[in-house]
């Protein structure tokens, strides 16, 4: 996990929306953490699938340990391609678990395949997105995002 | 030299970057990104571009120097390498990588080492073009200057 995770608390309406931004690359990792900063969110990086579920409380050997039964995260953005856990694996547990299930999850990758495209939509992410990320992709994540605005 | 024409060689720089391909319109959002909160953004991943990127290529070079080359390994490397060059708007970088996985693909040793070398001399290109850049806006800043946005119109 990147350092600057700051807190245990869960998102609360009202507040910045906070984002959790999984990618292996660290590059990517920077460039999405300010795309999504610039837009007021509270950003939380982790540089890969099993980070991400420690992060979420959904880690193995933690099955049972979330807190209360609200969410940390109002949105996470994931790359597919990741060593251990691609994102469509870390999507499918995020969608088996009862309390995480309805937060947003965003599909990224640098590569162009339609089927790999329709299967992560199929499991439930809500966008897939091409990368390199621009300004422009962040805003059209702004309907998620926007919800927590009040 | 004035502040005035220290601009204008940054200005007339940038473009020829953009001219000869050596950057591409990913650069300019990078660009877009910097604020007084983040003031040196740009020079900050462009820095972490160039040591992420120089593991990759030592890693590259030693997977390619073995007697039976992983190329499943030395894909994941380039993969990572074009991805990076990619987000920072290292255009002719990324295009060399590309060439590269291709050759990864159909595990033709001879064409990955040439790639190698290929990529390795637009990696050094690279490193060379942005530390001018940055060193004439270094130069402009301590002259007081600010740092002029480039417009895509030309």
Avoid: W
């Amino acid at each position: 996990m990147d350092g600057g995770c700051s807190g245990d608390m869960a998102a609360e309406f009202g507040d910045e929306p906070h984002v959790l931004a999984v990618d292996d690359n660290l590059i990517d990792r920077k460039l999405v953490e300010k795309l999504l900063k610039n837009s007021s969110c509270k950003v939380t990086t982790a540089e890969n699938g099993l980070r991400a579920l420690e992060y979420l409380g959904l880690a193995s050997d933690k099955r049972n340990a979330l807190d209360g039964t609200v969410s940390k995260v109002n949105l996470i953005i994931t790359d597919y391609c990741m060593p251990g856990m691609t994102g469509y694996e870390l999507l499918k547990k995020i969608k088996e678990s009862s309390v995480l299930r309805e937060v947003p999850v965003v599909i990224m990758s640098s590569e162009n395949v339609p089927t790999r495209i329709s299967q992560c939509l199929q499991e439930g992410a809500q966008m897939f997105m091409l990368k390199p990320l621009k300004q422009s992709d962040v805003k059209r994540l702004e309907c998620y995002l926007m919800r927590c605005r009040s | 030299m004035e502040v005035v024409q220290i601009q204008r060689n940054l200005v007339d720089y940038t473009k020829s970057l953009f001219m000869e391909g050596f950057l591409d319109g990913q650069f300019l959002q990078l660009q877009q990104l910097q604020d007084e909160s983040n003031p040196d953004f740009v020079a900050e991943v462009v820095s972490l571009f160039f040591d992420d990127s120089q593991k990759l290529l030592n890693e590259l070079t030693i997977a390619l120097d073995q007697p039976i080359v992983d190329f499943k390994k030395v894909d994941a490397h380039v993969h990572q390498l074009k991805g990076s060059s990619s987000s920072i708007g290292a255009q002719k970088v990324k295009n060399a990588c590309i060439a590269f996985r291709n050759f990864c693909e159909v595990q033709n040793i001879e064409g990955c080492l040439t790639c190698l070398q290929q990529v390795k001399l637009e990696y050094y290109l690279a490193k060379n073009k942005f530390e001018t850049l940055f060193r004439l806006e270094q130069q402009i800043v301590a002259s007081g200057g600010s740092i002029p946005m480039i417009e895509m119109g030309f």
